[in-house]
């Protein structure tokens, strides 16, 4: 039974940082796609940044939403089991509830619906 597990995220005042974590259990990372992917209140959820399993080839700034762009970076640490979101020059309008979610394919994607196991969320708030 693979499992995503999250932790990090919380408070932080703008231009702050904080990272999120996701591990993987059940399953090698290697084998997943981890995209990141958040949901502001009365918004849909959207995706932020990408992590492919194709490390050779996949550049997270490819895969990064417009809005975290030069602010917010991936890194995958297979023999960890863990990939990391780091969250630079935080503003209110990053403020949601993040998922972690995974995809054993080498291709990142923007639908949720192709992503097949997600972690719990983790609230990151942004405030003054």
């Known amino acids: 039974q693979v499992q995503l597990v999250q932790s990090g995220g919380g408070l932080a005042q703008p231009g702050g940082s904080l990272r999120l974590s996701c591990k993987i259990s059940?399953?090698?990372?290697?084998?997943?796609?981890i995209g990141w992917f958040r949901q502001a209140p009365g918004k849909q959820r959207e995706k932020v940044l990408c992590?492919?399993?194709?490390?050779?080839?996949?550049?997270?700034?490819?895969y990064a939403d417009d809005s975290v762009k030069g602010r917010f970076t991936i890194s995958r640490h297979n023999a960890q089991n863990t990939v990391y979101l780091e969250m630079n020059s935080l503003n209110p309008e990053d403020t949601a509830l993040y998922y972690c979610?995974?995809?054993?394919?080498?291709?990142?994607?923007?639908?949720?619906?192709?992503?097949?196991?997600w972690g719990q969320g983790n609230q990151v708030t942004v405030t003054a």
């Open positions: 979610a995974a995809r054993r394919t080498s291709m990142c994607a923007d639908e949720e619906s192709v992503y097949r196991y």
């Open positions: 059940g399953d090698a990372l290697s084998y997943w796609t």
């Open positions: 992590s492919s399993r194709d490390t050779s080839s996949a550049d997270s700034e490819d």
